[in-house]
């Protein structure tokens, strides 16, 4: 059976779905691998990279003729009239309010997969490309931020005289926070973070950072059973912006990677807290597609807000998109791993697999996601 690594059709999208170690491992399973021209190069991999190890270069159109099909970002209405009827589709399809989207990939014929509704769960860990993505994106705020940043990271003592350690303040100390929190303390920031949810106390001071907030009963009780934030009360909101104020106004960057599944990201930092910060301060909003977390930031670009920078980059994993390639092929490859039959070389979905059942988005010609409509689950 035939998979197809599609070129990305987003300009903006660096990200490849296959890296030449899944594409060995992809013909170690007995697939053929079909690669679209051009596909790796912003990630750094040539087509001849691909070629070396046995995948076989060819145009758009080859997609036809594809089982699987293998994506960064959802298909296009124009791409998915390429592929056969009842091709596997696994991708980012970023589903929450693109149910037309969703609709027309089930009209399509074609079995499409959210890798973003991967459970998590110990066996699909390896297939979590929000983790591995979201740590990238920590990494990568840090150094975005040192970019606009004037003045230096870490404490300098010269002979000139001493430079002071840079601030570093993170809210939300999830896998994209904590990275971050990792990163600037790697640049010998004095760092600090935030989060709504207890078990985060514990990682932030594990990491050798200051850990703020308000820990009423409300905080004690922050955390679904799947690990994730609350959306927290009126009440809580504002004591923890009256905490965050204070705290804010002697840092100079700020780094929000607050997110509540399914939610608005919540609007931590307002134009106020930003103004009572020092001229020249950095403020990286992560969460900027969702809403943003920062007032003033602008999706995609740097915003000057109170004489701070207020940068909103979009898919900031793709701003380091060799390495985010690396780890989202291998997310999909393990992913794929379970749909094939050792014996037959044969792919199949198991519709009563917990994987497939959560990440099933359409199949058989209908939308089968109860999240999005689906009965048939
Ligand atoms: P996320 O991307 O959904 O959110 C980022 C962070 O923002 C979270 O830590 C959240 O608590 C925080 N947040 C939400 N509202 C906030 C507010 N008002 N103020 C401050 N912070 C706020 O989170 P994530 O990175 O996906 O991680 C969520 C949890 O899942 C973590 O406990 C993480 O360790 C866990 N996790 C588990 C697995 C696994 O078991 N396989 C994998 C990855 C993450």
Do not use: W
């Not at 001071?205 to 799947?226: H, P, Q, R, Y």
């Amino acid at each position: 059976q035939c998979v197809f690594v599609a070129r990305e059709s987003d300009t903006a999208e660096g990200r490849v779905a296959a890296s030449v170690e899944t594409v060995k491992r992809m013909k170690g399973l007995g697939l053929d691998v079909l690669v679209e021209a051009g596909a790796g190069l912003k990630s750094r991999i040539l087509d001849a990279d691909y070629e070396a190890v046995g995948a076989r270069i060819v145009g758009a159109e080859e997609a036809r003729s594809a089982d699987v099909v293998l994506k960064v970002r959802r298909p296009t209405s124009g791409e998915t009239a390429t592929y056969k009827p009842g091709a596997i589709v696994i991708a980012t399809m970023d589903p929450y309010g693109n149910e037309v989207a969703i609709a027309e990939m089930a009209n399509a014929g074609l079995t499409t997969f959210a890798m973003e509704l991967m459970p998590r769960i110990t066996r699909a860990q390896s297939m979590d490309i929000l983790s591995s993505q979201a740590n990238l994106a920590g990494y990568q705020a840090v150094i975005d931020a040192a970019h606009e940043f004037d003045r230096a990271m870490p404490m300098m003592m010269t002979a000139a005289g001493t430079v002071p350690a840079a601030k570093v303040f993170v809210m939300g100390a999830g896998v994209a926070g904590l990275q971050a929190i990792a990163t600037a303390r790697r640049l010998g920031a004095a760092v600090s973070a935030t989060d709504v949810r207890p078990a985060a106390k514990e990682q932030v001071a594990s990491l050798g950072a200051k850990f703020i907030a308000v820990e009423d009963d409300e905080f004690k009780a922050a955390e679904t059973a799947g690990g994730y934030a609350k959306e927290m009360s009126k009440e809580y909101q504002a004591k923890q912006a009256a905490l965050v104020a204070d705290h804010i106004a002697k840092q100079d960057i700020v780094i929000t990677t607050a997110l509540i599944p399914g939610r608005p990201a919540p609007r931590l930092v307002t134009r106020q807290m930003l103004a009572a910060m020092r001229n020249g301060s950095v403020a990286v909003d992560l969460a900027v597609e969702r809403g943003g977390n920062v007032e003033g930031a602008e999706p995609g670009k740097i915003a000057e807000v109170e004489g701070v920078k207020v940068i909103g980059y979009l898919n900031v994993p793709g701003r380091i998109a060799a390495s985010a390639s690396a780890l989202y092929a291998k997310n999909l490859l393990t992913f794929l791993e379970t749909m094939v039959d050792k014996e037959t070389k044969s792919v199949s979905v198991n519709v009563e697999d917990e994987l497939v059942k959560a990440t099933m988005l359409t199949n058989g010609g209908a939308v089968v996601h109860p999240n999005f409509g689906g009965t048939v689950q």
